[in-house]
């Protein structure tokens, strides 16, 4: 496609979202009322739908993703009529939305990156967690973990790019050693990821096993760091573990490296003390930027609230 044609096609999908977002706003403001309307909250789904569409067409993964939670949410309202929406639920709504919003302001002025991207969705996402949790009386752990770059799949692209030249090259001794490296190399990508530290540590030993040729194991090792990369760029790092192939080729038993990377990767939970400062102290240390700063809207708006 030209660079015209994208021209014409990004500025109608900005134009177009724009209403979608008036249509979101207006229902939004007031939506313990406009709950119970129906057509109203069709209205708001098929906005949130629209949104996340265009921008899955055109490649706007941030845009698309919170457009995704927040249809999620309001699907709640729309196929549950008798959910409650009470004030704390439109406040979360509108965080959210506000994310959304920010998101599309930043793709209309030419500035959205895949940082800014990334950085906004994470500030949503705790959001979206609560709100569905209160819609769905679900219980929704936030997980308290540390966020991979932006173009990790990128850098693990990079990475397996190296890894297939040298066994192209034929498998040596040294070669061999070379690859095993690398594995050891994606894991300090997400050091903070427990199941992608699993996957890269059984890869590495599987790659170093002297009774399996390395070019044998070529495609299932790197088709399956590939795939669990995407996955943690995706914040799905929970799906990732090696396969059963891999850990035998590796000389470990799966169902043991599974079960103990389910454990590592469990979302964390926290006592918070009743003293704010020891309690605010626990929260810096336990919570990213992003979260802090989500928490610090909904405290926020809380205190806004008449008792």
Known sequence: MLPEQQQKILVYFIEEAKEHLQTLEQGLMNLQANAQDSEMVNEMFRAAHSIK??????????????????????????????TPVDQESEDLFL???????????????????????????????????????????ETVAVESKPAVPANFSA????????????????????????????????????????????????????????????????????????????????????QVAPSPTLCNLAGVDAATVRAAASTAAAPKQITIPVEPREAAKLLIANFEAAQLTALTKLLVQALKRPA
Request: net charge neutral; aromatic share 4%; with cysteine.
């Open 155 to 238: 850098q693990v692209l990079q990475t397996l790019r190296q890894m297939l030249e040298l066994i192209k090259q034929g498998a040596t001794p040294e070669r061999t050693q070379q690859v095993a490296a690398l594995c050891g190399r994606l894991g300090t990508l997400a050091p903070g990821v427990a199941t992608w530290q699993t996957l890269t540590q059984t890869a590495q030993k599987a790659v170093t096993n002297p009774r399996v040729p390395l070019t044998k194991m070529a495609n299932l090792l790197l088709s399956e760091l590939k795939q669990a990369s995407e996955l943690v760029q995706q914040g799905k790092a929970q």
């Open 53 to 82: 569409g265009g921008a899955a067409m055109l490649g706007y993964d941030s845009i698309r993703r919170t457009a995704h939670r927040l249809e999620d949410c309001l699907k709640v309202v729309k196929e549950q009529p008798n």
């Open 95 to 137: 965080q959210g939305f506000e994310v959304l919003e920010e998101l599309i302001t930043h793709l209309e002025q030419g500035n959205l990156t895949e940082d800014i991207g990334q950085t906004a969705f994470q500030q949503a996402e705790p959001v979206f967690a609560l709100l569905q949790q209160r819609l769905t009386g």
